[in-house]
């Protein structure tokens, strides 16, 4: 498993209410340079840990590790 794909676990299993400020700001390896780099407009749909491309569906609800 790449650690891209534990992080996708840990997202995919919150259930809280704001997962960036409960979750994904706090784990090691989130680049907030990088992730805004790749969402300007801060529309929370990715998000960049130890140089994994995380994005988030909204169709499945889900997050999953991108290729770019």
């Known amino acids: 498993m790449t ?3 534990a ?3 840990q997202l995919n299993g919150y ?3 704001n ?3 409960d979750l994904i700001r ?4 989130y680049d907030d340079e990088a992730t805004g ?3 300007p407009n801060y529309r929370s749909d990715v998000c960049v ?3 994994a491309i995380l994005r988030f ?3 499945t609800g889900e997050w999953y590790e991108a290729d770019q």
């Open 3 to 5: 650690p891209g794909a």
């Open 7 to 9: 992080v996708v676990e």
């Open 15 to 17: 259930q809280g209410d």
């Open 19 to 21: 997962i960036w400020d």
């Open 26 to 29: 706090k784990l090691d390896g």
């Open 37 to 39: 780099a790749l969402d």
């Open 49 to 51: 840990i130890d140089g």
């Open 57 to 59: 569906d909204q169709q």
